[in-house]
């Protein structure tokens, strides 16, 4: 158990719909990052925010948002879903953004 | 961020070691070596991680090459769920650089009884 919570387990959708996926950080963790998990592309990093705010982006589409919150959970909302959309995604947390990251055990999203 | 090379598949008994190499030939002097796996569709955990020096936890060891082009993740005694994707990331460890984790394929790395 890394300690990162992530909810829900798993999500099934409908195209078009709109989600939104959480996660709690390690206690003490200021930096939480988002990484996506398909089958062909595999792990790629979305975004990182570290004590609220944007650190840094990857390949995030722009129907695809995050924000952390003042008490470091961060969430992750995924807009006018497409059949593509349907993946792993996994949060990670460090105290430090040149540190270690742990991860959650992720959110299984679907989208019919 | 350098890139790394891996093999795709390896096999190792159980109860052996499980030598798991990575080659960093383009490694700068502030990246560290990053080693993470994930089992099935867990999400991945962290390993170990060093800069030049061999470094050892509860879980593995890590072996780095003196001019840092390569290194060897070492489980000393593997066992089933040892099964895993093996990931080798480089990455620079002070702030200022990219933080974020960039995923190859890995080595899939299969253990049998």
């Known amino acids: 158990d890394s300690g990162v919570t992530q909810t829900p387990k798993h999500l099934i959708t409908a195209t078009g719909q709109r989600v939104t996926l959480r996660c709690s950080p390690r206690s003490g963790d200021l930096s939480v990052y988002w990484y996506q998990q398909s089958l062909d592309q595999g792990l790629q990093f979305l975004i990182q925010y570290y004590n609220g705010e944007e650190r840094a982006k990857g390949n995030i589409l722009e129907r695809f948002s995050a924000q952390q919150f003042p008490d470091l959970h961060s969430e992750l909302n995924l807009s006018s879903l497409e059949l593509g959309d349907s993946a792993l995604y996994f949060c990670?947390?460090?105290?430090?953004?040149?540190?270690?990251?742990?991860f959650g055990p992720g959110t299984r999203l679907t989208v019919l | 961020d350098a890139k790394t090379t891996q093999p795709t598949s390896m096999d190792c008994a159980e109860g052996r070691a499980a030598n798991l190499p990575c080659n960093h030939s383009t490694i700068s002097g502030n990246e560290y070596v990053y080693w993470y796996r994930q089992i099935h569709s867990q999400g991945p955990q962290y390993i170990i991680h060093?800069?030049?020096n061999n470094e050892t936890n509860e879980m593995a060891s890590l072996i780095i090459t003196e001019d840092r082009k390569s290194s060897t993740l070492i489980l000393p005694h593997a066992t089933l769920r040892d099964t895993a994707v093996y990931y080798c990331?480089?990455?620079?460890?002070?702030?200022?650089?990219?933080?974020?984790?960039?995923f190859g394929k890995g080595t899939k790395l299969t253990v049998n009884p």
């Open positions: 060093g800069l030049k």
């Open positions: 990670a947390s460090s105290v430090d953004p040149s540190l270690a990251q742990f």
């Open positions: 990331i480089v990455r620079v460890g002070s702030q200022g650089g990219s933080e974020k984790l960039v």
